[in-house]
């Protein structure tokens, strides 16, 4: 299926690689993290300050933000605490950084609204897409029929092999094959219920695990890496 932000120049998603360095506060020095965040953005044409930044938390909260968020992205401890973003505004650029899980980036043509939600194992039992795209309805009158959602790279069914304890729910069991879970039939399926239409709907089927591209937290354990290093998605709509 073609990507469906093909025809929509306007906007920009984009992720990070390897090549491009660590995005994370929390796994490095502040200082290179911000000479590559810096560096990474301008190479999309984007300035630093339209930039809004969020700590993840692996729960289902959703924020709505305008510009007077903008800059929250320093590390200072002025960052957002939430799992999804959401703006009607131009030139307003969502930012978070993962390393496996799953970045969803929606876009309603329809009203010129945009999110950026975070998708792990954790929230998706959770049902995070679903609190997401009512979200957007509540906030923008957005409906799941209009939406347009994009897949990050992510950690792909052919490499995911999670330890799943006793107290795993029932929904994730649902997506367990071999003992390797698949994420990205579990995300299009709650999209899928949350009222979207398939052909809205594409993921390039990008895995950070095995590409080589991205940075990966199962390959940091897994080879027993130095680092445990994070990449950068980015999201927005250029005016």
């Not at 306007?10 to 993290?33: P, Q, R, T």
């Not at 002025?78 to 030139?91: A, H, P, S």
């Not at 954790?122 to 409906?143: D, H, P, R």
Request: hydrophobic residues 40%.
């Amino acid at each position: 299926m073609m990507n469906v932000f093909k025809n929509h120049p306007d906007l920009v998603f984009a992720f990070s690689k390897i090549k491009d360095g660590n995005m994370s506060f929390f796994k490095s020095e502040a200082d290179k993290i911000l000479e590559n965040r810096k560096k990474f953005l301008a190479s999309l044409g984007l300035d630093f300050n339209s930039v809004v930044n969020v700590e993840l938390e692996n729960n289902i909260k959703i924020k709505c933000i305008d510009s007077s968020d903008l800059g929250k992205i320093t590390p200072k401890g002025n960052f957002i605490k939430t799992d999804g973003l959401l703006t009607n505004q131009r030139d307003v650029y969502l930012f978070m950084v993962i390393a496996d899980c799953l970045a969803l980036a929606f876009y309603d043509l329809k009203h010129q609204t945009i999110g950026l939600i975070h998708v792990s194992r954790i929230n998706l039992e959770k049902e995070i897409i679903k609190e997401a795209v009512k979200s957007m309805e509540i906030n923008f009158n957005s409906k799941p029929q209009d939406l347009l959602v994009e897949f990050s790279p992510s950690i792909g069914p052919c490499c995911y092999k999670p330890f799943i304890s006793n107290e795993s729910g029932v929904k994730l069991r649902n997506y367990l094959k071999d003992d390797s879970l698949d994420i990205w039939s579990w995300a299009k399926d709650q999209l899928k219920e949350a009222g979207l239409l398939s052909e809205n709907i594409h993921n390039s089927q990008v895995c950070t695990y095995c590409s080589g591209e991205y940075f990966s937290h199962k390959r940091y354990l897994n080879e027993n890496l130095e680092n445990d290093f994070r990449f950068a998605a980015v999201f927005g709509l250029k005016k």
